[in-house]
């Protein structure tokens, strides 16, 4: 079955440090992958999204992702954390056809000063 | 970027009564609209599926009598909680999918419901 996994349920990092949240798929055919983030009592904004092309992805707020076919992989980086990025980040994958995402359980980041 | 905008953020309602969440598409044509509910610390449960003009497609375990879902125009989807209880209680948020050919589903910002 098609599934998006994100493997750490909780991160917390120093600010200024650098970040990186992991994201697999399981997918066969060429995905279409997103990261969205999830402040509390909000809803869900878009980061970034890859469909083809070049695949370091710049997002906003100084995030990037970087799609890995061999790893069935799309991480999220972000060269120095603020700690306004503390909260919850989706990696979600878009199936072929009009068909809703498909989201991992989500990663909390927690940012320390 | 695409807004989408729901409407109430929050309310508070009496067990028994309905609540009608409205959800809208501001500066594109939505020819899919999605429901999600959200427990605290969860990710999103997908509710339904909305196409414009059309009957909503409800995810299994869903009771689409009780939440009744209206995608009335390309810009404007409704959920309605009838007979609302305690444990409808939750986060509700609607997403919109560009139909100008684009894949990407813009969130709207939420809306709680507490039933008392």
């Known amino acids: 079955a098609q599934s998006v996994t994100q493997p750490d349920i909780h991160i917390t990092v120093s600010e200024g440090a650098s970040l990186e949240l992991r994201c697999n798929y399981s997918?066969?055919?060429?995905?279409?992958l997103f990261w969205y983030v999830q402040s509390p009592g909000q809803g869900l904004q878009l980061l970034l999204k890859?469909?083809?092309?070049?695949?370091l992805v710049q997002g906003i707020k100084g995030f990037e992702a970087e799609f890995k076919r061999s790893q069935s992989s799309f991480n999220l980086r972000k060269p120095s954390v603020h700690w306004s990025d503390a909260a919850e980040y989706f990696c979600?994958?878009?199936?072929?056809?009009?068909?809703?995402?498909?989201f991992g359980k989500g990663t909390r980041l927690s940012v320390i000063a | 970027g695409a807004v989408v905008s729901q409407h109430p953020s929050w309310v508070i309602c009496k067990s028994g009564t309905s609540v009608k969440i409205e959800c809208r598409s501001l500066?594109?044509?939505?020819?899919?609209m999605f429901w999600y509910r959200q427990f605290p610390k969860q990710s999103l449960m997908l509710m339904a599926t909305?196409?414009?003009?059309?009957?909503?497609?409800?995810e299994q375990g869903v009771e689409k009598d009780k939440f009744l879902i209206n995608h009335a125009s390309l810009t404007l989807s409704t959920l309605t909680v009838t007979s609302a209880h305690p444990e409808d209680s939750s986060f509700y948020i609607c997403?919109?999918?560009?139909?100008?050919?684009?894949?990407?589903?813009?969130f709207g910002p939420g809306t709680r419901l507490l039933v008392l």
């Open positions: 890859y469909f083809s092309g070049d695949t």
């Open positions: 997918y066969g055919a060429t995905p279409y």
């Open positions: 909305s196409n414009e003009g059309s009957k909503a497609t409800y």
């Open positions: 997403s919109a999918r560009d139909g100008g050919g684009g894949e990407t589903q813009y």
């Open positions: 500066d594109f044509q939505a020819t899919t």
């Open positions: 979600a994958y878009h199936p072929p056809g009009n068909t809703p995402l498909v």
